[in-house]
């Protein structure tokens, strides 16, 4: 009929004609955005820059397993202990920025360069991704000491003054800064034997090559309940359900040590925005979960979901508090 449309036909020369003109921008646009792969769509790394049996590597494990399930994708562990942690940040600050290459830190990641210069700012030079828990030091004993309380093993510590050491993950570790605080709060003389992790500081501690150390209980509930090490504080407010047999520091009458810590999950620097939402989606989802607060309460910590910028305010002022305290303790690295 005349008074039909005829129908429009678009051919490669009006296309290409529409593009050059900017009039398709933006279907291409879209069509790009679509285009994203999903994440992951291939194994996930995560470092721990300690060796196995650490805390933080027993975390990273948990983590892992979770994550595993949720994705379908595996997650594999890697452990680069040594270089005071160095290792570990300098590998993940030059990998790629594609989410597939994480890692869990403690406090340690940023302590260390307060002592030594490192290849990276310990804040600036990653992406934080996620704040996934805390917890207290337990001071445990080898079982050799002949100490049942906080009480007696500082009137032990006095009367042989420099005869009690003590294990650390490092100098400047989390640990060797508890130490130290403690060493200063009670007058006491604990001499200190650095590892190269928290998993080689707790096997020294069952070996009895050292006598006390200020450990992590996700990485000691075990051994103390079996036997191999004694407990005989905990810096948390109030006793573990898991050992509450264990009186607490303030219990104890030390009750100005405080030795909460945290850890976190920091990416490569220049990570996509869509990737670190997704990843702190995604742990924040498995924090909550029922299975992951029992085995977090098993283990004595408390879960800490914090966002991307929360976690980094988190890392500075920590920086800032961790700062006094080695200046004034005169602490240096081993």
Not at 88 to 117: E, F, K, N, Q
Not at 191 to 196: A, F
Not at 242 to 266: H, K, N
Not at 272 to 300: C, G, Q
Request: proline share 8%.
């Amino acid at each position: 009929m005349s008074g039909e449309r005829e129908p429009v036909t678009l051919t490669i020369t009006t296309i290409t004609f529409m593009r050059a003109a900017g009039l398709i921008l933006p279907l291409a646009i879209t069509c790009e955005v679509n285009a994203q792969h999903p994440y992951p769509t291939k194994p996930v790394r995560i470092i721990t820059p300690n060796a196995p049996g650490g805390s933080s590597d027993v975390l990273a494990r948990l983590l892992g397993h979770k994550l595993t399930e949720g994705w379908g994708q595996q997650v594999v562990i890697d452990n680069r202990p040594g270089g005071n942690g160095f290792i570990g940040g300098d590998t993940l600050a030059r990998a790629p920025a594609d989410g597939y290459t994480l890692m869990v830190i403690s406090p340690t990641h940023i302590i260390t360069p307060l002592l030594l210069p490192a290849p990276y700012d310990p804040v600036k030079g990653f992406t934080p991704v996620a704040a996934i828990g805390s917890t207290d030091f337990l001071l445990v004993l080898h079982p050799s000491v002949q100490a049942g309380s906080l009480h007696e093993l500082i009137a032990l510590a006095k009367a042989r003054p420099g005869h009690l050491n003590y294990a650390s993950a490092g100098g400047g570790s989390p640990a060797h800064l508890a130490n130290a605080l403690f060493n200063m709060i009670t007058g006491v003389a604990l001499q200190h034997i650095p590892y190269k992790g928290g998993g080689p500081a707790l096997t020294a501690l069952i070996g009895g090559e050292v006598q006390l150390y200020f450990a992590i209980p996700i990485a000691t509930i075990s051994h103390v309940k079996n036997g191999r090490l004694k407990a005989i504080a905990i810096g948390s407010e109030s006793r573990l359900t898991s050992l509450p047999q264990v009186p607490t520091f303030a219990e104890s009458g030390v009750a100005a040590f405080d030795s909460r810590i945290w850890y976190g999950v920091i990416a490569p620097p220049a990570t996509p925005v869509r990737i670190v939402d997704k990843l702190s989606t995604d742990i924040a989802r498995h924090l909550d979960t029922p299975d992951f607060r029992n085995r977090f309460t098993a283990e004595a910590m408390t879960a800490l979901s914090l966002r991307p910028d929360q976690f980094a305010a988190l890392m500075r002022a920590d920086s800032a508090k961790y700062s006094r305290v080695i200046k004034s303790a005169n602490i240096r690295a081993d």
